[in-house]
């Protein structure tokens, strides 16, 4: 038993680390892809108008 115990310990310590790992990375990658995409329609001519309005609605919440 005492084998049996230590390697569910580790084989639940590595499955947390990767699953984490792994999610933090998704997560990551989406954020940067996102940012990148917005960096790009902020330079755009003419601008978007979703990006517009998107804008406009950022400036309205932070007048309040």
Avoid: I
Avoid at 10 to 38: E, N, P, S
């Amino acid at each position: 038993m005492e084998v049996f115990g230590f390697s569910a310990l580790f084989g639940l310590l590595l499955g947390f680390l990767f699953g984490v790992g792994c999610a933090a990375a998704v997560l990551f990658t989406l954020y940067k892809g996102g940012y990148r995409k917005a960096v790009e329609d902020s330079l755009r001519d003419p601008l978007p108008e979703n990006f517009v309005q998107a804008r406009e609605a950022a400036k309205r919440q932070k007048t309040r």
